[in-house]
Every structure is written in C-alpha cells, then in structure tokens.
C-alpha cells in the first residue's frame, strides 16, 4: 500500500519490563510522582513475578512491528514507548537525526479515553520537547481510533466463536459474552470522547457489532454485557464496573453453565490478559463451578496489520475510503479540543485543549497495556511541527 506523504511509521504504545530485574524500575516509570504506596506496587510487582518478570506486551509489540514492515516495505516502521525501552523519546530523537519529516503515529489503543489517547498526545508533544535546540522537528501525525474499523471488528467475531467452541458443549448455546475492557475512574469515563461518555458507550456499540457477527456465523444470538478488570486506585474513587470475577460469579450463582470472556478493550495479550482475566477471572469462576474461556485478542491477524495500512493511506489521502461499521465512525483525524480532558483539568477562562497548571489526584493504573496510564493534560491535535507545543 503506498505510503503517501509520509516518511515513516511510528508504533507507540506503553512498554513493560523484560525481565525480572526491570520490573521496579518499570513500575517507578509509570508512577512516578504520584506517590503510589509500596505495598501496591508490591502487589503488581508479585504478579509480573508469577510470569518470570517478564511482560509480553514489548515481544507482542516486536511481532506487530514485524508484521507492519512486511505488510509496509518501503515505509520505515519505528517503535516507541512511554514507560520502558525502547522509550519514545529515544525513539522520536532516532527519527529526528535520521532527518525524517512526516511520521504517522499508530497507538496501540482502540477506544477513547484520557489514558488511552489523549495522554499519548502528549507523550508524543512531550518528546518533541525533548528534542535538542539544533535538531529538525519531525511532524508527528497521530491516525484515528480504529474500534469501529473492520479490521479490528471482524477478528475479534472470529475469536469469540472459537471462544464459544472450546466450552463443554452443554454450555455453549446460552453461554454469555462478557465483554471484558480496563477499567477507569468514572470521572475519565465521563471526560471520554467530545461530548463525553465515549468510552463505554462505544465498547457496549462495537460489542453489538461482535455479538451480531457471532450470530451469523453460528445463528445462536448469543447474551452479553461490558465488565472491566484491572481496577486500581482508592476504593474511594468510583470506578466503572462491574468487575469480570464479580460478574462471574454472580453467573454462577444464577445457575450459568458457562461464559466467555471477549477482551474487547486490548489488542494484545498482556499482563491485564494473561493476569487478569486468564489467571484471577478464570480461577474465581472455576473455583464457584462455572466454565468459562476467554477469547484470544486481535494481536497481528492480517486484517488487523492491514488496517493500519488502510489508515495510514486514509490520513495522507482524504479522498481514500474510511471504513467503520457504527454510527460512530469513521473517527475523526484531529481531536477536538478538550476531547477526553477531565473536568478538573479546565480552569475558568481556560481556552478548550489548553494545558492548565496542578495535578489532580490521579487514578493509579500501573500495569502494561495501552490505556493504562495517568493524570490529565495537554492538547489532542496533530503534533506538527513546533517544539512541544503541538503547533498546527
């Protein structure tokens, strides 16, 4: 696929440790100033412990990469970071001297939401800024949100019914879907989007998309319902919920004979998969006799790495076609201001994006996925040139 005006690709997503000894340093990365209590970082540390220290979000994102640069052969594919190596101000200071101009920027992270779009905006403004003096400035061109694209949608219909298929047979046809995504503070649920509320409401739209997909593969119109994991944070702070082992559970409790679990809201199958649901989940709903499997996330299925083919092409061309499959889409290319900015982050005569001084108390996500992240700031449009300051 021609690579328009653009002179590279840039992957950016959240990093994980590699291995054991990483593992402090990669959660002081992500918490840094935000003064988290030893014991929780003591708990998520156990965890990565129980995988050998070792994330496979960095591998996950080495195979994407692979994949992009078969599917894209003439254009350049780099890969950065926030949190761990390769770090994407390192990365950004790498495209910089190689004297790149226009770079598009693919975020592993389908949904809106302050932790998983607009903070890596500001990652990317962030690592301009990080540029020496004498140095060009690249163009940093973020590509839309891709829930609602075929490419996404359509692997995630394949998985779900392998998913139904791998359960006892007698639980199959009336098994629930639980569409499983991270949770988040309700106050960034509610900042998500333009207009608000855009997070959740799109994971409840794409899984419609998924459980009609399932239908007309198997012609069984299966139940299904959102549920979140990985909440963190103060039990003071209101979360989204229902948490996915509550919500099992419960459907054991109800007589289910079995569930699957669809993680909508993750492209790869990271620590909030592989612990979360695979580990945590899946034993509490054993442990109350209810069967359950979980379905494999999109990771590099071919539609997948296409797609991001197509929405690079889409971005330098706008007279190609944007395909999404909800009313929602397709996405804008530019974010509006104030898209996904909490309230508390807009002082009185504020201007809409603009970047206000303090720090609210943040919602501490510490593992290794795309949306995990923290506290609000900065602009959402394209980062073009201009030191740090997201100029158009």
């Keep these: 696929m021609p690579a328009g005006e653009f002179d590279a690709l840039l992957v950016v997503s959240f990093g994980g440790p590699e291995g054991p000894a990483d593992v402090w340093p990669f959660l002081r990365n992500v918490t840094a100033g935000r003064n ?13 412990r129980m995988f050998g220290g070792r994330s496979p979000l960095n591998d996950q994102n080495r195979a994407l990469v692979a994949a ?14 926030r949190n761990w190596a390769p770090y994407l101000t390192d990365t950004v200071a790498e495209l910089a001297a190689a004297g790149v101009r226009r770079v598009a920027c693919f975020v592993t992270s389908a949904f809106p939401s302050y932790s998983g779009c607009r903070q890596y905006r500001e ?29 996404f949608v359509e692997p995630m219909v394949d998985h779900s019914v392998a998913a139904i298929a791998q359960l006892p047979e007698p639980a199959r046809a009336d098994a629930p879907l639980l569409f499983t995504a991270h949770s988040l503070p309700l106050s960034q649920a509610r900042a998500s989007g333009p207009h608000g509320h855009a997070y959740p409401r799109q994971l409840r739209t794409v899984a419609e998309l998924v459980v009609a997909g399932v239908e007309r593969r198997t012609g069984v119109r299966h139940p299904f319902e959102i549920v979140y994991c990985s909440r963190s944070g103060p039990p003071s702070v209101p979360w989204l919920d229902p948490d996915v082992g509550d919500r099992l559970v419960e459907l054991a409790g109800q007589g289910a004979a079995g569930a699957v679990m669809v993680p909508l809201g993750f492209v790869s199958d990271h620590m909030e998969v592989i612990h979360d649901l695979d580990v945590v989940a899946t034993g509490r709903a054993r442990d109350h006799g209810l069967a359950v499997t979980r379905a494999s996330t999109v990771g590099t299925d071919r539609r997948f790495v296409a797609m991001v083919g197509e929405l690079l092409a889409e971005r330098a061309d706008p007279r190609a076609p944007q395909r999404s499959l909800s009313a929602f889409g397709p996405w804008p290319d530019v974010c509006p201001p104030g898209c996904c900015q909490p309230a508390s982050r807009t002082r009185p005569g504020a201007s809409a994006g603009e970047q206000v001084g303090g720090r609210p108390e943040p919602a501490i996500l510490i593992g290794d996925d795309a949306t995990s992240s923290a506290t609000p700031a900065g602009d ?13």
């Design 36 to 48: 988290v209590p030893e014991a929780r970082l003591a708990v998520v540390a156990e965890q990565y």
């Design 380 to 392: 959402t449009r394209p980062l073009r040139t201009g030191r740090g300051q997201g100029q158009r």
């Design 68 to 81: 992009l640069r078969e599917q894209l052969p003439d254009l350049p594919v780099y890969w950065g970071n």
């Design 123 to 151: 990652d990317l403004a962030g690592a301009l800024a990080a540029l020496p003096a004498d140095v060009p400035v690249p163009e940093l061109v973020p590509l839309r949100l891709f829930f609602d694209h075929p490419g």
